[in-house]
């Protein structure tokens, strides 16, 4: 995470062995990183993640939170869209690719 005026670094955050597939930035400076099968969170203050939200099969391409934070959207290579409530990291809704 860089400081856009100074550009200096202000925090890095690390996925382990995992390369990240898509990044989103949210509401009070969450940070969502989807990588193989699962969304890591994390939140405004530390550097090690404060979630693993794991259902997808395959790498993570997309991740979006709501306006108001409280909901993450996940899409992976599997076809699905899972929607996450952020508070107790649960999966609250399944988008299955069509047919």
């Not at 794991?54 to 929607?83: K, Q």
């Amino acid at each position: 995470v860089w400081d856009a005026a100074s550009g200096a670094e202000i925090r890095r955050l690390s996925t382990g062995s995992d390369r990240p597939e898509a990044v989103a930035v949210g509401p009070g400076g969450r940070v969502a990183a989807g990588s193989a099968g699962a969304v890591l969170v994390w939140d405004g203050t530390g550097e090690e993640p404060v979630s693993r939200l794991a259902g997808h099969r395959g790498s993570v391409l997309a991740v979006a939170f709501s306006p108001d934070g409280r909901t993450l959207a996940s899409g992976g290579m599997d076809g699905v869209v899972r929607l996450w409530q952020l508070g107790t990291g649960l999966e609250v809704l399944t988008l299955p690719q069509p047919h």
